[in-house]
């Protein structure tokens, strides 16, 4: 008997310390976690001036809302174009409500662009978050759906498979990895010339997962901070053309567009 004593007692310092190692091992792992987690939540941006600058307009309208902030020059009715735009990967929300006011000012319909506000910046975690938009404002007579970076290859997924909730997929420095060439989706794809994020080979390669008439734009001096007002991102290619004047050519291209190929679904949802 005290031989078995002594070998269950011999065992017990070994017991506590594989107990105080998976303690440790836990607590690491817990803030391994919950650093992740605070770093992707703090975000990059949004730079405040260019968003009071925003907010300042007497043309547009700033809202913050449950989904996220709504950007729009009139009130939503039937002939209201409607954009949900997802933002890019660990980038808060509002750093693209500079660009949505470009977008809203460039189109020459009644647009509301609703950025919407992801789980720890990370579309990633709620690629269909835009069913929210759409039923929160169910008057608007069009939709297209959209985004930067990772937010618009998580838009894309959406769109694949909600095709026929959506008129339009807007693409800003991102790519398809989903056939939507088939949806009946009008695309719009834009690019910057000096982006030194995007890989520009895959988002080359994957044109094909696009429809026959998307229209792909390269702007000029743009890099990809630019589709933004969130600061420089680490390894961009330098911007020959100024933070404002980027969201500017991303507004323009993107807003004349929205104009033109989403015109004749609202016009038929509002007649």
Known sequence: MRGARDGIASRLPERRTLLLAGGVAALLVALV????????????????????AVEADPNVS???TPVGTTVRDGPVTASTVG?????????????????????????????????????????????D????????????????????????AMACRHAAGNAEAYDA?????AYCDRDVSETGLDVLSVR???DGVIDVERERAS??????????????????????????QPGDGPASLSPDASREAVGNATGTWLSERVRSAALVVAG
């Open 33 to 52: 976690v919950a650093g992740g987690a605070a770093y992707f939540a703090a975000g990059m941006g949004p730079e405040a001036d260019a968003v009071a």
């Open 83 to 127: 954009l949900v735009y997802y933002p890019g990967g660990r980038v808060s929300h509002e750093s693209y409500v500079p660009t949505a006011a470009e977008i809203v000012s460039a189109s020459d319909r009644d647009v509301l662009v609703v950025v919407v506000d992801m789980p720890l910046n990370l579309a990633v975690l709620a690629p």
């Open 207 to 232: 044109r094909s997962n696009l429809p026959a008439d998307a229209r792909v734009v390269e702007l000029d001096g743009v890099n990809h901070a630019g589709f933004g007002a969130y600061g420089p």
């Open 169 to 173: 997929l807007v693409l800003h420095a």
């Open 192 to 194: 910057g010339g000096a």
């Open 129 to 152: 978050r835009a069913d929210r938009v759409r039923e929160r404002y169910p008057e608007a007579g069009g939709w297209a759906v959209g985004g930067h970076s990772l937010g618009g």
């Open 62 to 64: 700033v809202d913050r």
